[in-house]
C-alpha cells in the first residue's frame, strides 16, 4: 500500500471535553494556556482535510517509493545555511 492519500479531522470546541482529553493524555494546561484561550476566548466548530499530493502522484504513476516522487526532497545536509 502507499498510505493515506487523504485525510481530515475537526478540532475539539468544547473546553471542557478539551481539558478533559488533556489530563487523560497527561498534558499540562499550563504548557497549553494559549490553546486553551483560544477555546475560552472565541472559536467555533471548525474542521478540514488535507491531500498528499506525493502519495496521489504515487499512486497514479505506479512509482514503488515515495522518494521517487517527491519533487524537492528533503534529507539531512541538503540545506545549507
Known amino acids: 500500500g502507499i498510505g493515506e492519500l487523504i ?3 475537526q478540532r475539539e470546541e468544547r473546553l471542557e471535553t478539551l481539558r478533559e ?4 493524555a497527561g498534558l499540562s494546561e499550563e504548557t ?5 484561550d483560544l477555546r475560552r476566548y472565541g472559536t467555533v466548530p471548525h474542521g478540514g482535510y488535507g491531500l498528499g499530493f506525493e502519495r496521489l502522484v504515487q499512486f497514479v504513476t505506479g512509482m514503488e517509493n515515495i522518494r521517487d516522487v517527491i519533487p524537492f526532497p528533503r534529507y539531512p545536509g541538503h540545506a545549507e545555511f
Open 7 to 9: 485525510g481530515g479531522s
Open 21 to 24: 482529553r488533556m489530563r487523560e
Open 32 to 36: 497549553y494556556w494559549w490553546y486553551l
